[in-house]
T-cell receptor
């Protein structure tokens, strides 16, 4: 297992199009998180899964955003009707029960550019 | 999730100088984690502090958790160009699963 994998690395899309990103966490990790990061800012929490259950979702997320983790393994984040303000780096992180010892492991992210 | 203020926002140092970033909370924290993000990279976990007054060291990095568990600091001794990046603190959750990072301190090191 080489860590958290995110695909694609880069995505350029036209405004109004839908996009979907994928995250493959570390296989032993049951916790999965999505964040959004813009230039010069810290990661902004979007949503959290424990196994397949989505237990927390940021109020900042509009209805255009949805995330799934159908089998408790990989996760997808979909943005519908993209807007220019959605341009950002989308980071996925995972952790096991021992998050206190090992922290969150981040993927390299998907950089979205909406033109 | 807890929210914290991280200062300074930016720090420019000459290679060999020391650097410190602070993370302050208005409420007591259960724990705090520190992460480093290199330019163009993703956050990487450095350490977690749990106990009041705890001090941990990793080579040239010293992490402290305040006695009241409301603040924390990361100190780098004799900075090197490899220390360049943004350092984020992440306060532990006291309820719920939302994780809120500090705004980060971006470190620039001039050789």
């Amino acid at each position: 297992d080489t860590g958290v994998s995110q695909n694609p690395r880069h995505k350029i899309t036209k405004r109004g199009q839908n996009v979907t990103f994928r995250c493959d966490p570390i296989s032993e990790h049951n916790r999965l998180y999505w964040y959004r990061q813009t230039l010069g800012q810290g990661p902004e929490f979007l949503t959290y899964f424990q196994n397949e259950a989505q237990l927390e979702k940021s109020r900042l997320l509009s209805d255009r955003f949805s995330a799934e983790r159908p089998k408790g393994s990989f996760s997808t984040l979909e943005i519908q009707r993209t807007e220019q303000g959605d341009s950002a780096m989308y980071l996925c992180a995972s952790s096991g029960e021992q998050v206190t010892n090992y922290g969150y492991t981040f993927g390299s992210g998907t950089r979205l550019t909406v033109v | 999730g807890q929210q914290v203020m991280q200062i300074p926002q930016y720090q420019h140092v000459q290679e060999g100088e020391d650097f410190t970033t602070y993370c302050n909370s208005s409420t007591t924290l259960s724990n705090i984690q520190w992460y480093k993000q290199r330019p163009g990279g993703h956050p990487v976990f450095l350490i977690q502090l749990v106990k009041s007054g705890e001090v941990k060291k990793q080579k040239r990095l010293t992490f402290q958790f305040g006695e009241a568990k409301k603040n924390s600091s990361l100190h780098i001794t004799a900075t090197q160009t490899t220390d360049v990046g943004t350092y984020f603190c992440l306060p532990g959750n006291t309820g719920g699963f939302k994780t809120i990072f500090g705004a980060g301190t971006r470190l620039f090191v001039k050789a």
